[in-house]
């Protein structure tokens, strides 16, 4: 009887302990995506690793009419987006870089921007960090509605 009460509460420690350690390992993508028209949308979180730098995320796809590209979240208030996808990392200050201005503004507590490029629609907003050392977004990519960037 102690034993099958000491492992009915040892299963719960067990379900937290690794949650909040998997949690702690990288950089993390949570998608929201209901079935809306987004592409990718969800909630990217950019933490700083041992070395001092922060994760990036690379999320490659292609689209009818739009062909293969690369969505690059991170590091830190970095977005990049190139045409194509390639297993070499590429520079977000390149000129292949669709996004202008590639780093996001970031006043105290608040960052936010929007892009229409090359028939894609992207909007990221600061949305804090769950730890001191993550910076989290909130990530829409949708089909452009507009022609022109911004």
């Known amino acids: 009887m102690a034993i099958q009460l000491a492992a009915w509460r040892l299963v719960p420690a067990l379900t937290v302990a690794v949650g909040v350690a998997l949690g702690a390992v990288g950089p993390q993508f949570t998608s929201f995506n209901d079935r809306t028209r987004a592409v990718l949308e969800g909630n990217w979180q950019s933490c700083r690793e041992p070395d001092g730098q922060y994760a990036e995320r690379i999320f490659d796809s292609r689209l009818p009419d739009i062909g293969p590209f690369e969505?690059?979240?991170?590091?830190?208030?970095?977005?990049?987006?190139?045409?194509g996808v390639q297993d070499e990392h590429r520079d977000h200050d390149s000129k292949a870089n669709l996004l202008r201005p590639f780093t996001v503004e970031v006043n105290g507590a608040f960052g936010k921007h929007k892009w229409d490029v090359a028939g894609l629609h992207l909007e990221v907003a600061l949305a804090g960090g769950s730890r001191e050392d993550c910076e989290s977004w909130f990530v829409t990519l949708t089909r452009s509605t507009e022609s022109s960037s911004h």
């Open 71 to 83: 969505l690059h979240m991170g590091p830190y208030h970095e977005f990049a987006l190139f045409k």
